[in-house]
C-alpha cells in the first residue's frame, strides 16, 4: 500500500554517479519511504532495489540528444502525484543541484504550494576525479573549481544565457589557476577545445572520464590540443566529464597513445 504524505511534497534525490554505493543515507531512505518514484536514465538500476515493493516506478530519462520525457510533462506529473498525496521522490543522477534542473523543479512546485526537498548526491565531476586519482584543488597547481556545461543550449529565450565563452573561460581559469570540470561536453568537444586554446597553452593536460564510477569506466589522458583526436580514436561517448588543468599533471606520462584507457587507475 502506498505510504500518503498530508503535505504535498516532492524530494529531489541525488542518486550519484552510477556505483549504487555512493547513494548516501538519506537518499536510501527517501528511496524507502516514497510511493512514487521518477527516475533519470543515469540512474543505476540497482538504486532501485531499495524502493518498496508497492512503489510506482516511473522512467523519464532526459538525455541530451535522446528521445526522452519533456522536462515539462515530469514537471506536472511530479506536482499531479503529490497534490494526490503520493509521497514523491524524483531520483537524478549525481547531485540534483549541479545540472540537475533542480532550481526549475523547485520553483514550479512551490508555486503549486508543493514541499520541496533536496538531498545531495555525488556529483560526477568528482567521481571522474576520484577514479583518475587527482585531487582537483591540489594546492601546488589549482585555487579553485569551475563546473561547466559544454552543451550549448537550443533554447533561445530572453531569459537564457548568452553561450559559453570558452576564449574568456580559458584565460580566466590559466590566470587563475582554475580547474575545469566540463559536463555535457561529448557532442561539443571540438568546439570547446578550439575556444580553450585560445586561452590556455595547447599542452594543457587533459583528461576524458566515461561512466566514472562504474565498471564500464574509460578515462584517457591527453593535451588541449590533441582532445579532438582523442575523443576521435578513442570513440568516446556519453556520459563523460572533460577535465582540464595542471592537477592532472602527473597522469600526462600516460597519454591516450601509450597507455591503454582499461589498464589505468584502478
Ligand atoms: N546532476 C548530474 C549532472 C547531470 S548533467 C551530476 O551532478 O553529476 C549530465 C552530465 O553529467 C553528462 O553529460 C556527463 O557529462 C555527466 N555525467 C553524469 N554521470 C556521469 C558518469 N558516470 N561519468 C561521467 N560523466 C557523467
Known amino acids: 500500500m502506498n505510504q500518503k504524505t498530508h503535505t504535498p511534497k516532492v524530494t529531489l534525490v541525488g542518486a550519484g554517479p552510477g556505483d549504487p554505493e555512493l547513494l548516501t543515507l538519506k537518499a536510501v531512505k527517501a528511496i524507502q519511504h516514497a510511493s512514487v518514484l521518477l527516475v533519470d536514465d543515469l540512474v543505476h ?3 532501485l532495489q531499495h524502493a518498496s515493493a508497492s512503489a510506482r516506478i516511473i522512467h523519464v530519462g532526459k538525455r541530451g540528444g535522446c528521445r526522452s520525457t519533456p522536462q515539462a510533462f515530469i ?7 503529490a497534490l494526490a498525496g503520493e509521497n514523491v521522490v524524483r531520483l537524478k543522477g549525481g547531485d540534483p543541484l549541479i545540472f540537475g534542473r533542480a532550481g526549475e523543479e523547485q520553483t514550479h512546485l512551490q508555486a503549486q504550494g508543493i514541499d520541496v526537498a533536496v538531498i545531495n548526491g555525488i556529483t560526477a565531476g568528482l567521481a571522474a576525479a576520484h577514479d583518475l586519482g587527482i585531487a582537483l584543488t591540489h594546492r601546488a597547481h589549482a585555487h579553485g573549481v569551475i563546473m561547466v556545461t559544454g552543451h550549448a543550449s ?4 530572453a531569459t ?3 553561450a559559453v565563452d570558452w576564449a574568456q573561460l580559458a584565460h580566466t581559469a590559466h590566470t587563475c589557476r582554475l ?3 566540463i559536463y555535457m561536453g561529448v557532442q561539443t568537444a571540438s568546439h570547446l577545445q578550439a575556444g580553450l586554446l585560445q586561452g590556455l597553452p595547447g599542452d594543457t593536460p587533459v583528461a576524458v572520464v566515461e561512466n566514472a564510477s562504474l565498471p564500464t569506466q574509460r578515462h584517457v589522458c591527453t593535451q588541449l590540443n ?8 578513442e570513440q568516446l561517448g556519453s556520459p563523460a566529464i ?3 588543468g595542471d592537477v592532472l599533471l602527473g597522469l600526462q606520462n600516460l597519454s591516450a597513445d601509450n597507455a591503454p584507457a582499461s589498464a589505468w587507475g584502478q
Open 45 to 47: 538500476p540497482e538504486v
Open 226 to 233: 590533441a582532445l579532438d583526436k582523442v575523443f576521435e580514436q
Open 160 to 162: 537564457a544565457l548568452p
Open 75 to 81: 514537471e506536472k506529473l511530479m506536482a499531479q502525484e
Open 154 to 157: 537550443p533554447e533561445r529565450s
Open 179 to 181: 580547474t575545469l570540470v
Open 242 to 244: 572533460i577535465l582540464v
